[in-house]
């Protein structure tokens, strides 16, 4: 099968064929990267730009490090003084840049559905790197290929999902790739932050974190996305660790080889206990951001290889 999408906008649209070569694509950049960095220069000659309208350090950098080392001219727009805080539209900021003629563009905003827009408008190849609650695709990408390499599979595997699942769109991303790996997924976390009709995702709903920790795979944490909720969604820092924060206690309901997961940033002893997160031998943190810049470094080649297929062809 062919990777066919011309841009990268979520998971929802990938085919688990799609995913898979993703996947396997990512590793063989993993492997480079950590053996000689030989990865040839595909992206030779194009342009990236990427375009953050909602900060983040991690997410960017990676973007920037994996365009860089696949050979393109990577430019990195401040959009903190961008024409949009001037009163330009999205949409006019769209079609400037396409005057450019940019091949890749990064795109993270805080608004579900903006990046869909910037895509209807440019003659480029459009990365999602995170739009408002809807989904964060090249995370749930790097998240998945971590779990391959730490437990030889990612299909058929137990999988809890634990914290604010309601305004995550990591969790999102991540439970539509992990669904369609055939994973039993669990989502643990308080009333407030369970998304309403969540039990019809086809995932397993769980208030307490010794049951929904049972037996489970992949432990994965996430931040509470303070940012994004208005009015009280827990008691306190303080009582939300104690329920739903991970530690010894907790994880030791999970398999005895289970691996802990954090997105980040971390709120150490608010969502995971500080000696949990740094334990070599439970914790891939680290590996999920070494895994992020194979993840984007295999996107956008995969991205540019249909985007000069078509403009060979003349399309648009």
Not at 65 to 81: E, P, S
Not at 126 to 153: C, S
Not at 173 to 184: A, D, F, P, V
Request: proline share 4%.
């Amino acid at each position: 099968m062919k990777f066919s999408q011309t841009h990268l906008l979520g998971i929802e649209d990938l085919h688990p064929l799609e995913i898979t070569m993703l996947l396997d694509r990512a590793n063989v950049h993993a492997e480079a990267e950590r053996g000689s960095r030989q990865h040839g220069q595909p992206l030779k000659g194009l342009t990236q730009i990427n375009m953050f309208f909602e900060a983040s350090t991690r997410t960017q950098a990676s973007f920037e490090i994996a365009g860089k080392r696949l050979g393109a001219d990577v430019m990195n727009m401040a959009m903190a003084a961008s024409s949009l805080k001037k009163g330009e539209t999205l949409i006019d900021t769209a079609l400037t840049l396409n005057a450019m003629h940019p091949d890749l563009l990064v795109v993270r905003h805080p608004h579900s559905g903006a990046v869909k827009l910037l895509a209807d408008k440019v003659n480029c190849a459009v990365l999602n790197a995170g739009d408002g609650r809807h989904e964060h695709p090249t995370q749930a990408l790097l998240d998945a290929l971590t779990i391959k390499r730490a437990k030889g599979r990612i299909h058929r595997l137990v999988i809890a999902i634990c914290g604010d699942i309601a305004h995550s769109r990591v969790a999102r991303s991540n439970i539509h790739l992990l669904g369609k790996m055939e994973n039993r997924i669990r989502l643990i976390g308080p009333p407030t932050l369970i998304p309403a009709g969540a039990a019809e995702w086809g995932v397993e709903v769980y208030g307490d974190m010794a049951e929904g920790l049972k037996g489970a795979d992949v432990v994965m944490m996430l931040r509470l996305q303070k940012e994004r909720m208005d009015g009280a969604f827990i008691p306190s820092e303080r009582e939300y660790f104690h329920r739903f924060g991970l530690n010894a206690e907790k994880l030791a309901h999970a398999k005895s080889d289970a691996i802990v997961m954090h997105p980040g940033p971390m709120n150490r002893g608010v969502e995971i206990d500080g000696t949990i997160a740094d334990d070599i031998n439970r914790s891939v943190i680290q590996e999920q951001v070494e895994m992020g810049v194979a993840v984007r470094m295999a996107a956008m080649e995969l991205l540019a290889e249909n985007l000069r297929e078509r403009r060979e062809k003349g399309a648009p």
